[in-house]
Structures are given as structure tokens and as C-alpha cells.
């Protein structure tokens, strides 16, 4: 059983670290198709670590965690094929020195993506078109019929 605890000093080792093959940062979810592609290359390689809420500069800014899951929950339901295995975290964040026009806690979602025990997971266009990705340092990449 994986006893990680997912707390403040987790995640504020998770940002020390740079984004690469297991771990990805995203200030917030705006488009499915793109979130998709990531879960698919996620699950199509060892699995990995989505942290959202949190900018490119590594600063902590904070999301609706309901918003961001369910943004990817569609995403993996509307999109993947077949679903990949996902969890979600959501993290309380407490700023160190918050001004008078910021709110002192956050909140950041974790979300851990399996990887695929069997096959491909694939993302598929409107027109029905299936693609599969794969992590290869920090970028996502297309899985082309020679790999």
C-alpha cells in the first residue's frame, strides 16, 4: 500500500523538481483535447504526476480543485480510449506571507495517472481519428507506427 502523505512539504518538494518524464506542472486545465493527449502519454509510458496550480515560474497560484477534476475526468471519459486509471489529490497550500489582496490558502490538485497495464490508452478526434502519445523528457509526443 503506498503510504505517501500528500501534504504542503510533498508538494513543495515536487516544485524543486523540474517538469520531466514522470511530472508535469499546469497553472490550469483550458482545453481537453490538450489535457487528454497528456494523460494519454502519461499512461502510455510509466505514469507521472499532473500539479495544477501552480504557474511556470513555480509559484503557487491556486484553483478550483472541482473544476480542474472535472475538466479532466471529461477529458478522460470523452477523449481516452480506453480510460486511463487517475486519482486526485486535492492539497491545502498555506502562503508564507500573504498581501491584504491575497487569500492565504490555496489549494493545488495532484493528480497521479497509472500507467497502462494493457495496450495503448489513445485519444480520438471528432472525426474518429485514434493517436497515442508518449513522455519523453518533458514534452508529449506523437507514437508513430514505428515505435
Known sequence: MNSTKFNQE?????????EGKLLDFKLKITSREKI???ISAFANSEGGMLLIGVSDKKEVIGIDPYEEQYMIESANEMICEPHASVSYYPIKWTKENPTDFEDEELIVLLVKI???????????SGSGERKAYKRSGDKTLLISDSD
Not at 10 to 18: G, H, S, T, Y
Not at 119 to 124: D, M
Open 10 to 18: 510533498f508538494i513543495k518538494n515536487l516544485i524543486r523538481q523540474k
Open 114 to 124: 497509472s500507467p497502462q497495464k494493457d495496450g495503448l490508452v489513445y485519444c480520438k
Open 36 to 38: 487528454a493527449k497528456t
